[in-house]
């Protein structure tokens, strides 16, 4: 809303405003003329100007990020196409399957990956797959089911995204952008961890101890030092 307070003058007849990323704002127009309950979404640019048309079909919509977005929208298959990757001129990329009723896509695109979980059939559960921006998908190997082992999906940097299990004992999984996992902290109780940043990452670990551990490991999961907090 507050992005809107500065466009106020230039932009009017929407009913939602969203907030920019990538330069863009999604915004929503409700149509409830002639018994027709809908909502129409569409995208404004810095300017005001409406650069990506007002649709009907799509249920919801994803920030922009490296220029594309994702769109959810009704399928009339029970396992039928429901997701596009757009660009930032309504423009369809790729249409795929997500799990239905997931309230998320787990994070967004950045560094040209993105993560979502899908269904595999009817007894099959689901499980994790990566995405690049020409709609190229791979299951993450060995399967990962983000409602049973993941709470917490980060956005890739320097190469990896952080899966982060929030049990009773708290894990912590990277995936690099070939969909394969590569390395799990699946043997500490980690509490809290950070983005790749120069080759490593930054762990708060609880001990057998109960004490919190500051704890820096690198690409591979080396454990670089440990520190107690």
Known sequence: YKDYLKIKDKVSGF????TYSDGI?????????????????????????????LNSTWTSVHNFSD??????????????????IIDTNGNV??????KQNSKDMHNSFSEGYAIYEKDIGANGGSCCYIIDKLGNTKQITPKVSFSKDASKISNFKEGL?????????????????????????????VKSS???E?????????????????VIVDRNGNIISTEKK
């Open 15 to 18: 009913d939602k405003y969203y």
């Open 25 to 53: 704002m999604w915004v929503r127009k409700d149509n409830k003329d002639f018994d027709v309950n809908e909502e129409l979404y569409g995208a404004i640019n810095m300017n005001g100007d409406l650069v990506v048309p």
């Open 67 to 84: 220029g594309i977005a994702f769109v959810h929208f009704k399928s009339n298959e029970k396992l039928g196409d429901n997701t596009a």
């Open 93 to 98: 990329i790729q249409t795929f399957n997500v």
């Open 161 to 189: 995204c952080r899966i982060y299990s929030d049990t009773a004992k708290a894990s912590c999984t990277f995936i690099n952008t070939n969909g394969e996992i590569q390395f799990t902290m699946n043997n500490y109780w």
């Open 194 to 196: 950070s983005d790749f």
């Open 198 to 214: 120069n080759g490593q990452s930054t762990l708060t670990i609880k001990g057998e101890d109960k004490s919190d551990y500051k």
